[in-house]
Structures are given as structure tokens and as C-alpha cells.
């Protein structure tokens, strides 16, 4: 079918030399791209400037949603432009590859808070996080929370309570000052359930809303799910809930059916070590030789700075 799928490319960062770079990457496989970039004043069609933190890169898509919407559509990819999708990957056979139906999206994997151990940024984040950020009238613009609860179960995820150890560092570091913060009600908000209640015995720490964390640099949204995903974006952007809660929280709140990596026979690569790195080692940063010979076994990798890599086809 044709038309069938928009690839949408979200820029962190105003790389606009990255653009050609990725038409022609693409070019042949989507026939159909769009590439959302913050504070964009060119002439491209297909470039949607955006106004947004990259913190929040969901409110890129909010924004964008009336310019790469087609009702004819049965997908959006979204991808960073530091993503290389599989070059087998193509709009006649993309469904098979993230094994799709017409209502069905795709996320890389799920991240439950309570399962995360240790201290982590995020999960001090979603604790704080709140709503009712000042200038801000978001809060009847989301399920209530029973609702949005059932929506999480409704995919296997649960809502546990946190321990303190998992929002703070140390009950003397308070680990959520060092990341961007709702307002400052949400950390008082945060710094009194501690007080009151997770440092009082058969109290417990929970979440303000339900919320699940997720890799976001690529996910698939389906038609039947792409204008409530826009809408909620945009409300956890405007209330600054980082990226990586805030994508997997609205495709929950929104889809019907989720697909993983689980559920695949390729499986997406993250490079954030040496070692990770060490994949791209064979290539001597030549982009036309990544594309002819990507990798056996995997859905993306990512990052590739296309900056530090020659081609001739750029």
C-alpha cells in the first residue's frame, strides 16, 4: 500500500547539515519523511521547526502532529537523526519487521521504577514530577489516575512503591536537585512525602501518577493511537517530564496494543561504551559501507554521529 507509513527524523539539536545527509540515506526505502528540528528557518517542505528542550523532545512531536499527519497512514516511525535504522528496513516491509498490525505501536522496552535497584535520575524525576506546574492548566488533560492505572495493567506493567534508596542517593544528597524539576511545588511535594512518609515507618513511597520509563530514540505510533499520543506529549512537555518517561507514559495512555524488542526477531543497539562502540570499528567511519553492510541481528544502532563519518553520498 502506499503512503502507508511516515518516517519522522526528531533532531535533538539544529544539525540542519544532517538533513540531506538522511534524505539520501532514506531515500528509496520511505517515500514519505519528515524531520522535526528545533528553530528550523529554512525552506524545506519537509522540515517542521519545533520549539521545545530536547529534555522534552516529545513536545517536538506535539508540535509537528498537524504538519506530518495523513489520515491515509497507518504508522509513524519516529527515529533520532543519531539512529541508523537497518537499511533492510523499508516502507513495503516495515510492519513485518516491528510485527505490526494497523493497531498496533512499538516501544524498545519497558522500564518499571520499582525494578530499578539503585538511585536512579529518572525515577527521582517521575517521583517529583507534577502536574500542576505553575502557568500550566494540564492536570484535566490527562486520565485520572485509576484509569491510567488500568491502562498500565492492561500491558503487564505494575505500580509498586519506591524505597528511599531509589530516589535518593543518600538520605543526605538529594539527587533530584541536580535534574530539571516540574516547578517548585513538585519538589516540596516530593521533599514532604519523604518527610512525612517514607522516613515513617509503614509509610510508603509512591508514584504522584502512574508512569513507566522507556529508550526513546525510536518508536512507532499507530493511526488509531497517533492524536491522543500528540495530545499527552504535549501535556508532558508543558509540564517538563523528561523524555524517557514521558514518551512511554503517553504510548501506554493512548495505544491499544504494544509491541518490544522482545517481541522481535532484531534487536536494537545502544553504543554508549567503548566497548559498545567497538561494533562500528569495521566500517573506519564510511557511511556507505555501514549502509552495505549493516550489522546481522540488529533493529538500529544508535548513536552514530554523522559528522565524524565520510561518505560519498553526502
Known amino acids: 500500500m502506499e503512503r502507508s507509513v511516515a518516517l519522522i527524523i526528531i533532531y535533538n539539536h539544529q544539525f540542519n547539515e544532517n538533513i540531506d545527509k538522511l534524505e539520501v540515506i532514506y531515500r528509496g526505502k520511505f517515500s514519505q519523511i519528515f524531520h522535526l528540528v528545533p528553530f528550523y528557518q529554512g525552506n524545506k517542505s519537509n522540515v517542521i521547526a519545533v520549539y521545545e528542550s530536547s529534555f522534552y523532545f516529545q513536545g517536538y512531536v506535539s508540535q509537528g502532529f498537524r504538519h506530518f499527519f495523513r489520515e491515509d497512514f497507518d504508522h509513524y516511525i519516529f527515529v533520532a537523526d543519531d539512529m541508523i535504522l537497518n537499511p533492510k528496513i523499508h516502507e513495503g516491509n516495515y510492519q513485518d519487521y516491528f510485527k505490526l498490525t494497523v493497531s498496533t505501536s512499538f516501544i524498545p522496552g519497558w522500564i518499571q521504577f520499582h525494578e530499578i535497584r539503585t538511585w536512579w535520575q529518572r525515577t527521582s524525576e517521575a517521583f517529583c514530577w507534577d502536574v500542576r506546574l505553575r502557568g500550566v492548566e494540564a492536570s484535566q488533560q490527562l486520565p485520572s489516575y ?48 519523604i518527610a512525612f512518609g517514607g522516613l515513617r515507618k509503614g509509610r510508603k513511597l509512591t508514584l504522584p501518577y502512574p508512569l513507566v520509563g522507556s529508550y526513546s530514540d525510536i518508536f512507532v505510533v499507530d493511526k488509531g493511537a497517533i492524536r491522543d499520543f500528540c495530545h499527552l506529549s504535549g501535556v508532558f512537555a508543558a509540564t517538563e517530564l523528561f523524555v524517557e518517561v514521558a514518551v512511554p507514559s503517553a504510548l501506554v495512555l493512548s495505544a491499544s496494543h504494544i509491541v518490544t524488542e522482545e517481541d522481535l526477531d532484531l534487536k536494537g543497539r545502544a553504543l554508549w561504551t567503548k566497548e559498545d562502540l567497538a561494533v562500528l570499528d569495521p566500517y573506519q567511519q564510511n557511511l556507505d559501507e555501514l549502509i552495505r553492510n549493516f550489522p546481522e541481528g540488529y533493529l538500529y544502532l544508535h548513536p552514530v554521529k554523522l559528522s565524524k563519518w565520510k561518505s560519498a553520498i553526502s
Not at 491510567?148 to 509498586?160: C, P
Not at 516540596?188 to 512525602?193: A, D, E, S, W, Y
Open 146 to 193: 485509576n484509569e491510567a492505572a488500568t491502562r498500565m495493567g492492561n500491558f503487564g506493567l505494575e505500580l509498586k512503591p519506591l524505597a528511599l534508596s531509589q530516589i535518593l542517593r543518600t538520605p543526605f544528597d538529594l539527587a533530584f536537585w541536580e535534574a530539571p524539576l516540574s516547578s517548585f511545588s513538585s519538589l516540596i511535594r516530593g521533599l514532604v512525602q
